[in-house]
């Protein structure tokens, strides 16, 4: 059984900084790519950023030069690194494993980006 967990989200002034992380169990996590992707109040989920299972990593161009995706094998674990937030920044925040298509999916994590 798959099992995604992410955790760091919470509230933070413009300009600050987050990290989140997300635990992956039931699967080797290892040969899998990874993807952080949000979904604001209405609006559709997005892609936020992605890593390959060698390390290749994409960005949003809307995250670019903020936001910075990695992971740690070992720990079963990838991040997301997000600074200089902006208010636009505000959703909640899902970990994927296997793409958009295989369902697998974590609980999310709220990020509020407000002064």
């Known amino acids: 059984q798959v099992q995604l967990v992410e955790s760091g989200g919470g509230l933070v002034q413009p300009g600050g900084s987050l990290r989140l992380s997300c635990v992956a169990s039931?699967?080797?996590?290892?040969?899998?790519?990874m993807g952080w992707y949000r979904q604001a109040p209405g609006k559709q989920r997005e892609l936020v950023a992605g890593i390959t299972r060698v390390g290749n990593t994409n960005v949003a161009d809307s995250v670019k030069g903020r936001f910075t995706i990695s992971r740690d094998n070992a720990r079963n674990t990838a991040y997301l690194q997000m600074n200089s937030l902006k208010p636009e920044d505000t959703a909640v925040y899902y970990c994927n494993v296997g793409g958009p298509s295989s369902g697998k999916w974590g609980q999310g994590t709220q990020v509020t980006v407000s002064s």
């Open positions: 039931g699967i080797f996590f290892k040969i899998y790519d």
